[in-house]
């Protein structure tokens, strides 16, 4: 019988550590690229990434009025055929196009996570939505122009969406039960490292060398998320908790 329960060592052991390994650098990775994609959005647009003068919507302008006590600021929206101007309440074109994006990614990521699950498996899964993530990152370095940009954007946020719902669902799955707290929450903090390490990285490489480079960056550690999931061996679609969990346990408890 287990006699020690939420033992992180447990994790470590022979039969476990491999597995452990690679869930703890692919959480990692996953919140990085999750984390990342979602800060990284607006500033892409803000930025005029891959925008030209032939796009429909122009810069927001602020026109800046000075009196002899304060500066005023006046948005004013503009396109090529109509200007758009509000005193004191106005919205930026790029925040709604961000907003819609994000917000549109997060739905259509289930329905792309659970069809690949059903004919694929977890592993399959993993595979296919870490190559998915890697394409898209890697769509991004290449500047076609601001249409292709927004749907570049609206796949690369769906593709890193999956891939953070599929470890958040095979990491608890893979372990067995009197040890699945513990190893989930390691997975978290993990998941949260790569979470505070990717707002750092968006504003270094965003701001300071060029979105450019953050397209890289984000394709280089996509590619490696990858290799990761083609390392995991335990397919727990379609099994039964009950069964599986006794599997990886040898009679005795832990080795």
Known sequence: AVTARGDIREMF???????????????????????GSIYATPNFLDARYCFNLRDNWAWTNWELEEDETAITTTPAI???????????????VDSLFSTVIITLAELFSLPLLGSINYFHGRIGTGVAVSALTTLTSAV?????GSTVLRMELFMWRC?????????????????PTFMRSVSFGVALVSFNVGSITAMVNVYVVGFVYSWRCLAVVNTCLAAVATAISLTFTTETANIRLDDFVEKPRDKDGID
């Not at 390994?21 to 984390?35: E, K, R, S, W």
């Not at 890193?160 to 799955?173: G, K």
């Open 78 to 92: 503009t396109t090529n055929d109509t200007s758009i101007s509000t005193y004191g309440c106005g919205f930026r």
């Open 159 to 175: 593709c890193t969406n999956a891939l953070e719902l599929f470890y958040w669902t095979y990491t608890p799955e893979v372990f």
């Open 140 to 144: 991004l370095v290449w500047c076609v």
């Open 13 to 35: 052991v022979r039969k476990f550590r491999r597995t452990t390994v690679a869930l703890i650098l692919g959480n990692f990775l996953a919140g990085f690229i999750y984390i």
